[in-house]
């Protein structure tokens, strides 16, 4: 068994007038700012994928998909998850479970938790029952808690696969 965590953080483009709503686990929520990112800035696969590489010492995100690499600009983050999963599988492990923590003051993640994580586990192509998301606001500290970006801590556990002889 081995573990991985991945956190990614980023911030929101307070600007007005911007086309509104942020991609989560894969899902588009309607919000009042967008994502300031390279990619589609889906903060939740992000921390997944740096989690899932983390998990067989095989570097980081940024390692993997540099961001000054322009083929991931505005890239669809579920390429990320995909490409790391194989890495993990390619190492000989299995996923055995995700658990992550989305901490923002808004938008509410509440509504969208089960669609997330229908989401996620139809990527991984893995039981939904092995994805756990859940949220918590920052109680109104920093610029989490000032409502300027959104961070999501994500754990995996990852399983060797047994050998039949």
């Not at 509440?110 to 991984?124: F, Q, R, T, V």
């Given at each position: 068994m081995r573990i991985g965590i991945g956190i990614d953080t980023h911030a929101f483009d307070l600007r007005t007038g911007l086309k509104l709503g942020i991609v989560l686990g894969g899902i588009l929520i309607p919000h009042n700012h967008k994502i300031i990112a390279h990619s589609d800035g889906d903060v939740v696969l992000h921390a997944i994928t740096d989690a899932l590489i983390g998990s067989v010492a095989e570097g980081s995100i940024g390692q993997h998909f540099p961001p000054n690499d322009l083929q991931w600009q505005g890239a669809n983050s579920e390429i990320f998850v995909i490409t790391a999963y194989k890495i993990v599988k390619q190492r000989g492990y299995t996923l055995s479970n995700i658990?992550?923590?989305?901490?923002?003051?808004?938008?509410?993640?509440?509504?969208?938790?089960?669609?997330?994580?229908?989401?996620?586990?139809?990527?991984?192509?893995?039981d939904p029952n092995q994805i756990n998301v859940k949220a918590t606001s920052n109680e109104k500290l920093g610029f989490l808690g000032e409502g300027r970006g959104i961070t999501v801590h994500a754990i995996c556990c990852v399983t060797q696969n047994v050998q039949k002889h």
């Open positions: 658990d992550l923590t989305i901490i923002c003051e808004a938008p509410k993640i509440g509504p969208y938790m089960s669609s997330m994580k229908e989401k996620i586990a139809n990527i991984l192509g893995v």
